[in-house]
Nanobody, 124 residues
Framework: EVQLQASGGGLVQAGGSLRLSCAAS????????IGWFRQAPGKEREGVSC????????YYADSVKGRFTISSDNAKNTVYLQMNSLKPEDTAVYYC?????????????????WGQGTLVTVSS
């Protein structure tokens, strides 16, 4: 059974940093993409970043480019999202998800498995 466990959210002041983790288990797929998404109150879910397992390609939403960095530790089956220079508009519940279909991967594709969210609150 595929499971994704997101963690690392919390309360931080504007300009601060947080690192989110997405621990994956039950994976038997050769290629997959792991994405981070977020949903703020009253807003639609949006893609934040994703990484491809096959070639390590990374993708970012324009709103987080230069501030967020996605990375993976294959030995730990964990994907990280380092979030720097946080802004109040980054406040949201962040979810990680897995796309286990054949590549390519990106934020615009359908994701098959979702973890529970972790809340990030950025105070001004």
């Amino acid at each position: 059974e595929v499971q994704l466990q997101a963690s690392g959210g919390g309360l931080v002041q504007a300009g601060g940093s947080l690192r989110l983790s997405c621990a994956a288990s039950g994976f038997t797929f050769d290629d997959y993409g792991i994405g981070w998404f977020r949903q703020a109150p009253g807003k639609e879910r949006e893609g934040v970043s994703c990484i491809s397992s096959n070639d390590g390609s990374t993708y970012y939403a324009d709103s987080v480019k230069g501030r967020f960095t996605i990375s993976s530790d294959n030995a730990k089956n964990t994907v990280y999202l380092q979030m720097n220079s946080l802004k109040p508009e980054d406040t949201a519940v962040y979810y990680c998800a897995a796309d286990v279909r054949p590549p390519p991967y990106g934020l615009g594709y359908e994701y098959d498995y979702w973890g529970q969210g972790t809340l990030v609150t950025v105070s001004s």
